[in-house]
């Protein structure tokens, strides 16, 4: 095995996050956020740095006399952004090929 790829070797799961570092990736937060972004820096409770951040925000409105459903998105950018780790529930890694 040469030392490229010793060093890209993922043995724990924040090892995945570490190779994604400057790279856009997807991340999912509680209470319907979802957001895409560069990631500067990050540490092992999850605490994230994200540059360049597209945020989309999905809300459900119930009607309390018909218990109709209204969808409601709002999107916005970020120059940067920090994301508290306890809020996080799924980050997605840049899609790579062999």
């Given at each position: ?90 980050v997605s890694p840049p899609l790579r090929t062999v």
């Amino acid at each position: 095995m040469d030392s490229k790829s010793a060093s890209q070797t993922v043995e724990e799961p924040l090892d995945l996050i570490k190779l994604s570092l400057d790279e856009r990736i997807f991340v999912k937060c509680r209470g319907g956020r979802v957001l895409r972004g560069q990631l500067h820096a990050y540490d092992q409770h999850l605490n994230m740095v994200l540059g360049k951040v597209s945020e989309t925000i999905t809300t459900i409105d119930i009607d309390e006399e018909t218990y109709e459903e209204t969808v409601k998105t709002e999107k916005r950018t970020v120059e940067l952004l920090f994301v508290r780790g306890d809020t996080v529930i799924l980050v997605s890694p840049p899609l790579r090929t062999v």
